[in-house]
């Protein structure tokens, strides 16, 4: 039994999808929140319900006797952390909703792992912790104490409470810094996203810091695959661990930090001009400065990954942006000129 947070969003669509193919029985948790169209996460919902290994429960993370409940109802083995209030900018307009669901929601999913008999907590982080960082690419040997963003500085207090649950109750948790994941069922406040629409519709598109920017786009199936492999892949104690000698994203306590990114990072200017291809249209672009919570670079050392599952994000951005366009004109009915 799979129990997945934020199974409406759009990573835990396509893992619960991937489990439900895989004969796994999964309990899904959503609120449906409005940060962006319900309607595209009840869209998702509707293909998750069509299975019979599928149940599904309206609730937010903030409501603790509910989480509670639903974990004594189903005793999940494995539980998968995915709701979050995302989006760095937002949480300069909206303090508030990340303190609610990414700390507090996420404390009341630890103590029901506390509770329960949990094998493996698995969780979402996120590149933003590195922040402020400099060197590339980024490793999860490196430290991370330099958020740019509130939403960085909660994703940072996750891995931070879960190695608490770790050391304390013995919980096995695993933090997942996802790189920017894009994919058909993507999230439309996400560049890629809103790119595609604005360009479609002859829209203006902004290119922050003058488009001098660099990201490493992660393929939503290689990331879904990754969290798959990592199911069983339960972290164990290092009784002999200390700064010094080992890695930081390990330690005394049953706890592991891995990056999931394609670790290819593009410009922003070079993934403007694979959607204008994919798309068939030139963008109209507008040069703006750089916005405050954002970084330059995102760069994923994905090593570790490698080394303990044998897998490395490999989809090249311009095959994963020709499936994601596709998918967009299908979804909202757009016919080609």
């Known amino acids: 039994m799979v129990l997945i947070t934020g199974v409406a969003g759009f990573i835990g669509f396509h893992l619960a999808k991937k489990l439900l193919d895989e004969s796994y029985q999964v309990v899904g948790i959503d609120n449906i929140n409005d940060y962006y169209d319900p309607n595209l996460k009840l869209s998702r919902l509707s293909i998750l319900e069509k299975y019979s290994n599928f149940v599904f429960h309206k609730v937010d993370l903030k409501d603790k006797s509910e989480i509670d409940r639903i974990f004594g109802i189903y005793k ?16 300069l307009q909206n303090p508030y909703a990340y303190v609610d669901s990414n700390l507090v929601g996420f ?6 792992c506390k509770n329960g008999s949990v094998k493996h907590l698995i969780y979402a982080s996120s590149s933003s912790v590195y922040g402020g960082n400099k060197k590339v690419p980024f490793s999860t040997k490196d430290n991370v104490d330099h958020p740019v963003s509130l939403y960085a500085a909660t994703k940072k207090s996750n891995e931070l409470l879960a190695h608490v649950y770790s050391h304390i109750y013995g919980i096995p948790t695993t933090g997942l810094r996802f790189f920017t994941v894009y994919g058909p069922w993507g999230r439309p406040d996400m560049a890629y996203f809103t790119f595609t629409k604005n360009i479609i519709e002859g829209k203006p598109i902004k290119l922050f810091n003058y488009g001098k920017m660099e990201r490493d786009f992660t393929y939503i199936d290689d990331v879904v695959e990754a969290i798959f492999k990592l199911l069983d892949l339960i972290p164990k104690p290092n009784p002999e661990w200390d700064e010094h000698t080992f890695d930081i ?28 291809e994919k798309i068939g249209k030139k963008a109209i672009k507008e040069y703006v400065k750089m916005q405050a919570g954002d970084v330059l670079r995102t760069y994923a050392d994905v090593s570790d990954l490698e080394r303990d599952i044998d897998f490395r994000p490999s989809t090249p951005l311009e095959e994963g942006l020709e499936r994601f366009v596709n998918w967009y004109k299908e979804y909202y009915n757009v016919k080609n000129d």
């Open 107 to 112: 404390v009341n999913i630890l103590e029901a």
């Open 249 to 276: 994203s390990s330690s005394f306590a049953p706890y592991k930090i891995y990056n999931i990114g394609n670790s290819n990072p593009v410009s922003l200017e070079r993934f403007v001009e694979i959607l204008e």
């Open 76 to 91: 999940p083995e494995y539980v998968i952390n995915l709701a979050a209030q995302a989006g760095v900018r937002y949480s």
